[in-house]
């Protein structure tokens, strides 16, 4: 393969993660080993910057700035949700050959996906020569082809730690505050619900998925049983939960509630738990929501994930130096015990578009919970034990009054 | 002051902390000194538990369990939101006899001040010598006499670091996802929901606090003024916002909603507000509700917090065996650079059922942000400073192409 000498431009684009600027860091210090790389420009906000011409010189940003990437969330380039005409492929080109770009790398999920295979499809057919790679990234772990995506492990962290957190709050404040519904971000996929059972004897009593029709009898019978089991309740469920017909549990109407892909807008499946708990069952119950929270923190980053996101960026920039395009780069699982990766390569156009739901061995039989072999499967991805928090004992003070006639004070 | 032998019992009250156990550590290695206690119990849910003489032995606990609780979020021995009777109170006395309890500690708010105060009395007057020591604890910050409660600098370290991430979250998808509120708690008092300031330059564009009456309209103006000069706002808002005649803003009606001391369930603000903006100024709007995660989390602990609240443990139960009684302990500001605190006390009497506001200096003229004089109060607070994230530089490539007929690419 001829060596490609020309301008880098490298794109963000979708819900950002914790790690998704650590895959730019990769790409980043890969591209400044040389091998032909010339100029190391960053889209500001995605293609629909790029679109304005709107470009991040990043051969003048300082090597500790990109260096701290690592450990930046969010995304440092800007992001953006856009879905390209054919008038604006047409203008990524003319950008392209404008700039003498012949590296083009993209980060995101299936909809990115499809935009970059799109890009080198028509670059090809035009005869510019431009090498374009997909880097994966996506909190939600949708993706096939792949063992995981970058983005997931430190999202399942966040996950559990936080159950682990609420649980632990609800079980003392468990005479009062008798159920919590946490409403966890998915729409389609159930991975990142799913994580919360890696709390362990901390995670939730129930997780309820989209992977499964939700039965409202089923659910209201789910939380009456543990309730009268264990005293208190807590719920994750994903905002994404469908009914049998396959409407959303909980969609919102309003108009403006769509997104640039006409994916109806999520939010609400929360509250709408936490009134049907209180009116039917008369618990009390509380909505935890953290919302974008999820994708954003940088407080449960998985040592696991950032080092493969880091390296996701790197292979795609060093493979496409050394000539490979049209790839989106995969993470194969290479061993549990220790856990270590290796990269693959999945051509863009069979990642294009697509879902990865949860298979159904990760779920229970009931619906309500995750299956052993799920949990195997996310722990590695955790990057290490979660917070070493303690519990008391349960030694008991011997009694030596009698229980008054009122009987036990509960409120 | 004579030397009382005899047994000791903590308990722990209201909302768990992220460093209640801290305090909890500190009062029983404290009491494991010495000094004629005998037997260290803790109350299991707090009075609602010794009422049902429902008490763990904390003698049996290894060392490393205690030790860790200073790093363990939540209430360890449980906790209870209950409101005593005079039975009940008549219960506590009888119960303290028949276990030879000589030393009462109660962690908690206002609410717990006032229990402990009324037990302390209620022994004095039937001639029962027991020494009774309220230990300051709520991240509402919210009681007079102490410069500020354990409990505060950790929650307010989690909303600034929670608001970093969610600002820069926003920013990086400031083309889709344009106003994004964040519902925070606080029922009286907006000190948490202010804290989220102390991210700085990603603070919150505005941020509402229960000690200013909410106007909808001076609300959809501030929103709408700061889309067109910045292209997106984040906005903390307190869960406790009331209307100029002090109705609440957003109020559960719910015949569930009224917790043990009549106060009526928060809950919807948050909702209500993306409502607001979405209906009336036709931007997308998005909820993140961190709900108990702002008191559970054990993720923003803040090291000055911690040892604070350890520090009031450990001197409640100094000053009791030295003969102290009828006082909660407070914390004094020695110095701000370097940071520096004391323990002082205040009779239980005067902080029994108190809700201390924020002062009219930290407030900014337009009511919908804070002052630079609230930032110097709570910065020491924090521990240190918040997570090294970095910010790429605004270097551009200059453009080459003219911009298409069609524009710039907004959604």
């Known amino acids: 393969m001829s060596k490609l000498k020309g301008n880098l431009v490298i794109g963000q684009s979708g819900g950002p993660s914790a790690v998704i600027n650590s895959s730019l860091c990769g790409a980043i210090q890969e591209a400044l080993k040389g091998g032909g790389i010339d100029g190391i420009y960053g889209m500001h906000h995605g293609i629909q910057g790029f679109l304005n011409e709107d470009m991040i010189d990043l051969r003048r940003q300082e090597a500790a700035i990109i260096a701290g990437l690592r ?24 950008l392209c050959r404008a700039h003498d770009i012949r590296y083009f790398f993209y980060i995101g999920g299936g909809d990115t996906m499809h935009n970059t295979y799109e890009i080198g499809r028509r670059a090809a057919e035009s ?26 492990g430190s999202a399942a962290r966040y996950e ?44 939730p ?15 209201l019978a789910d939380v009456e049983a543990t309730y009268r089991e264990r ?18 549990v909980a969609a919102r109407q309003d108009s403006l509630n769509r997104d640039a892909f006409g994916h109806p807008e999520l939010g609400g499946l929360g509250q709408h738990l ?24 940088g407080l ?12 996701v960026g790197a292979a795609a920039v060093s493979l496409a130096v050394a000539g490979t395009s049209g790839q989106m780069v995969t993470l194969v699982r290479e061993s549990d015990q220790p856990y270590r990766f290796s990269t693959g390569l999945v051509p863009l156009q069979k990642v294009a578009n ?27 991805l955790l990057g290490g034990p979660l917070p070493p928090y303690v519990t008391l004992a349960s030694h008991r003070v011997p009694k030596r009054l009698p229980m008054p006639a009122s009987g036990r004070r509960k409120p």
Chains 1, 2 share one sequence.
């Not at 005869?127 to 997931?152: A, S």
């Not at 009593?205 to 659910?219: A, N, T």
């Not at 008369?282 to 909505?287: D, E, H, S, V």
Request: net charge negative; hydrophobic share 35%.
């Open 160 to 203: 559990a730690v936080m159950c682990m957190e609420i649980v632990r709050d609800t079980r003392a404040l468990q005479y009062t505050e008798v159920v919590k519904i946490v409403e966890t971000m998915g729409r389609n996929a159930g991975w990142l619900t799913a994580a919360t059972a890696l709390a362990d004897e901390y995670a």
């Open 300 to 311: 449960c980053i998985s040592e696991v994930d950032a080092e493969e996101a880091y390296a």
């Open 231 to 248: 005293g208190c309740v807590v719920i994750a469920a994903c905002e994404g939960l469908k009914n049998a017909d396959g409407s959303l």
């Open 127 to 152: 005869g510019f020569e431009m090498r374009v790679m997909g880097i994966p990234k996506t909190i939600d772990n949708d993706l096939p082809y792949t063992d995981h995506t970058p983005g997931f």
């Open 354 to 380: 697509q879902e990865k739901s949860l298979p159904d061995n990760f779920i229970n039989a009931d619906g309500n919970h995750v299956t052993p072999a799920f949990k195997d499967y996310v722990r590695p």
């Open 71 to 94: 450990r930046t969330p969010s995304a440092a380039l800007g992001s953006c949700r856009y879905r390209l005409t054919d008038t604006d492929y047409d203008r990524v080109l003319d």
């Open 274 to 297: 936490v009134d049907l708990v209180m009116g039917e069952l008369k618990l009390k119950t509380r909505l935890d929501k953290p919302g974008t929270m999820q994708r954003s923190s």
């Open 205 to 219: 009593d129930l997780i309820y998925l989209p992977e499964r029709p939700f039965s409202q009898d089923k659910f």
